[in-house]
Nanobody
Framework: HVQLVESGGGSVQAGGSLTLSCVAH????RAWFRQVSGKEREGIGY????????HYADSMKGRFTIAHDGTEETIYLHLDNLTPNDTGVYYC???????????????????WGQGTQVTVS
């Protein structure tokens, strides 16, 4: 049962930027993941309701920015200085309580969006 709605993917040239959005109503933790060619799904970062500050996986720091809209219903992922290696499907995920896994791993999140394709050429 898909509870999250993503948008904003598309095609962009290398060096360009994209902003993805995800409507995630009434969740505690909301995160972004991606799956690029030949790799397992990997966590980009997350943001907790009420905290406001995003947390990033070490490998994702620098070019990606997570933010919310102030109401904490919609979260965003801004992708900057994109390269072809960033091509893949980007997902938002969310939970309403901790499940005991790292917040950077997919097992922590029972709710997922359908994914949005990002293609960099």
């Amino acid at each position: 049962h898909v509870q999250l709605v993503e948008s904003g993917g598309g095609s962009v040239q290398a060096g360009g930027s994209l902003t993805l959005s995800c409507v995630a109503h009434a969740f505690t933790y909301r995160a972004w993941f991606r799956q690029v060619s030949g790799k397992e799904r990997e966590g980009i970062g997350y943001i907790a309701t009420g905290e406001g500050l995003p947390h990033y996986a070490d490998s994702m720091k620098g070019r990606f920015t997570i933010a919310h809209d102030g109401t904490e219903e919609t979260i965003y992922l801004h992708l900057d200085n994109l390269t072809p290696n960033d091509t893949g499907v980007y997902y938002c995920a969310a939970n309403r309580g901790r499940r005991g896994y790292s917040l950077f791993t997919s097992d922590e999140y029972p709710s997922w969006g359908q994914g949005t394709q990002v293609t960099v050429s």
